[in-house]
């Protein structure tokens, strides 16, 4: 057998009929949900990380078998291979092999677990020190995902004390109809303001009565409660 067939018959032994009834319906999987056609084998993402550690070697012609089926596992066992790599890769070119890779399948990338344990890792940490137009260019996108890897792809950014693009992308956020936007948007809101909160005081001050109400909440969630009622009474 070779490594492919050796992958998948590791990963459908581990699945789980219960827990896949339980993951789809977390992640409405249903007609008209954000979720709608995935599929899930009931994997815990701990064991999946397992499969990946040990199957980190498939190259990126089997990886690309794997992403783009329907079955949720299948693409987040590629996506944690793909990290993995990266974090392994010395070369800039292998880095950006595998950044093109990324992009290449970003359509393929369509669930919020799979946007949150990839984007920063991959997009992010490939444009820590280029360009960062691409992200501006996926902000404006129709595609729910695109946007959401936006955003999320800054949180290395933010890391590294660099908020600049979080909230610039988080401008053109603003009037995103969608809630897992709002959420993801929040989130790093939030982060740039466990590291520097002055300049989230400064972006509620000009922004908090535009924001949508989750965007608003989850950017506040570390605040002192009487910040949390002043901007959340504006």
């Keep these: 057998m070779n490594l492919i067939n050796n992958l998948l018959k590791d990963i459908n032994q581990e699945r789980n009929e219960n827990k896949s009834l339980i993951l789809q319906k977390f ?3 249903q007609k008209g949900q954000y979720g709608y056609g995935d599929i899930f084998l ?26 783009t089926k329907k079955i949720h596992e299948y693409r987040l066992i590629s996506l944690l291979i793909l990290i993995l790599k990266y974090q392994k890769s010395k070369l800039k070119k292998d880095q950006k092999r595998i950044y093109d890779f990324y992009v290449k399948n970003i359509n393929f ?5 799979l946007v949150d344990l990839s984007a920063p890792h991959i997009i992010g940490n490939y444009l820590l020190d ?3 137009r691409s992200l501006y260019n996926l902000a404006k996108s ?29 401008q053109i956020l603003l009037n995103d109809e ?14 740039v303001g466990k590291r520097d909160i002055s300049t989230l005081y400064r972006f509620l001050d000009k922004f908090c009565t535009k924001m949508p109400r989750t965007m608003l909440r ?16 504006l």
């Design 27 to 29: 992640f409405k999987t």
């Design 42 to 67: 009931g994997i815990t993402v701990p064991i999946q990380r397992k499969i990946a550690k040990k199957y980190q070697d498939i190259n990126l012609s089997d990886i690309q078998k794997l992403i």
């Design 109 to 113: 990338i369509n669930n919020w677990d």
């Design 130 to 132: 280029r360009s960062r």
């Design 142 to 170: 129709p595609d729910l995902w695109h946007r959401r890897i936006s955003i999320i792809s800054t949180f290395t950014f933010i890391k590294k004390q660099d908020f600049t693009d979080t909230l610039k992308i988080a």
């Design 178 to 191: 969608h809630d897992l936007i709002h959420k993801a948007t929040g989130w790093m809101l939030r982060e």
């Design 218 to 233: 989850y950017s506040l969630e570390k605040l002192p409660k009487d910040k949390k009622k002043y901007y959340m009474t």
